[in-house]
Nanobody
Framework: QVQLVESGGGLVQVGGSLRLSCASSGRTASVYAMGWFRQAPGKEREFVAAISWSGGSTYYADSVKGRFTISRDNAKNTVYLQMNSLKPEDTAVYYC?????????????????WGQGTQVTVSS
């Protein structure tokens, strides 16, 4: 099993920045590609960004492209999501997810492990 724990969420004003972290533990050697998703109240969980094991490949949802950056530090078993120029519509619970394949994916069903989420609130 793999455990994922997100941190770094909070309250920020429009235009501000936050950096989310996702620390993994357990059988971390079995996970490769990682992703971030988010879920706003009353909405379905949606894809935000994904990164390959090496960090050499990344993919973003159109809604965050140019504002968010996903990265990872495999020595620390941690994945990050740097969020800049935040907007009220970015308000959501953000979830980290891990795959046992080194292939980027946008579908929730493609991910094998999930964290509990961290709340991000952007105030106007």
């Amino acid at each position: 099993q793999v455990q994922l724990v997100e941190s770094g969420g909070g309250l920020v004003q429009v235009g501000g920045s936050l950096r989310l972290s996702c620390a993994s533990s357990g059988r971390t050697a079995s996970v490769y590609a990682m992703g971030w998703f988010r879920q706003a109240p009353g909405k379905e969980r949606e894809f935000v960004a994904a990164i390959s094991w090496s960090g050499g490949s990344t993919y973003y949802a159109d809604s965050v492209k140019g504002r968010f950056t996903i990265s990872r530090d495999n020595a620390k078993n941690t994945v990050y999501l740097q969020m800049n120029s935040l907007k009220p519509e970015d308000t959501a619970v953000y979830y980290c997810a891990a795959r046992t394949l080194d292939l980027l994916a946008t579908m929730r069903s493609a991910y094998d492990y999930w964290g509990q989420g961290t709340q991000v609130t952007v105030s106007s």
